[in-house]
């Protein structure tokens, strides 16, 4: 059974352009989780999906940053018109329906010029 | 909100001594609580977990025993390996299936041969 996926698994913008990262769960996990990890700090929660419906976007910046989980494909993580404070490790988790524990994907960092 | 305090870093240990990280958490009702590690480059792996007070979580040698009393969850080694060397983040998962991780900071570790 492949891990999480994620792509690219690095992305180069320069400001005010879009930013799409990609991310596939394990088989069979129907939540997706994104995370992102800013220099020198922890993982702050961003958004926790189902297929087709946002479950919780309480970490989501208000503005220029959408998610999407549709039921087919990859869960996708869009940031448009990107500024330098986007530059970040953006890291995907993936579970289970009622499992306890997250598996990560090996992140998309994210540099904008 | 919950919350997740980590011991202040970076720790640096010469190879074979006695590893402690500590971790403090603050949240309602009955959480769940974590170790990941990250590699340098890599996503994160989950380390250890606890999901009741007074569990013990283990593994590669690591311990961390789950004290509702004082909410700490720290991490503890008998013997460090150079390849060890990484950063340790403690996390927490409020009650409820599928919700998300609420991360401390993160403390780098470096093990000297």
């Known amino acids: 059974n492949a891990g999480v996926m994620q792509n690219p698994r690095h992305l180069v913008r320069r400001r005010g352009q879009e930013a799409r990262l990609r991310c596939s769960p394990m088989k069979g996990h129907s939540h997706v989780y994104w995370y992102r990890q800013l220099p020198e700090e922890g993982l702050k929660f961003m958004v926790y999906l189902q297929k087709e419906n946002i479950i919780d976007e309480s970490g989501m910046p208000k503005e220029r940053f959408s998610a999407e989980f549709p039921k087919e494909g990859p869960s996708i993580l869009r940031i448009q018109q990107v500024v330098r404070g986007d530059s970040a490790a953006y890291f995907c988790?993936?579970?289970?329906?009622?499992?306890?524990?997250?598996?990560f994907g090996p992140g998309t960092r994210l540099t904008v010029l | 909100g919950d919350s997740v305090t980590q011991m202040e870093g970076p720790v640096t240990l010469s190879e074979e001594a006695f590893l402690t990280i500590n971790c403090t958490y603050t949240a309602t009702g009955y959480p769940s609580l974590f170790w990941y590690v990250q590699y340098p480059g890599e996503g994160l792996q989950l380390l250890l977990k606890a999901t009741k007070a007074d569990d013990k979580g283990s593994n590669k040698g690591f311990e961390a025993t789950y004290r509702k009393e004082t909410t700490s969850f720290h991490l503890e080694k008998g013997s460090v390996q150079v390849s060890d060397s990484a950063v340790y983040f403690c996390?927490?998962?409020?009650?409820?299936?599928?919700?998300?991780?609420?991360f401390g900071k993160g403390i780098t570790l470096s093990v000297r041969p």
């Open positions: 988790a993936s579970s289970p329906l009622g499992y306890n524990e997250q598996f």
């Open positions: 996390a927490l998962k409020g009650d409820g299936a599928n919700s998300k991780l609420t």
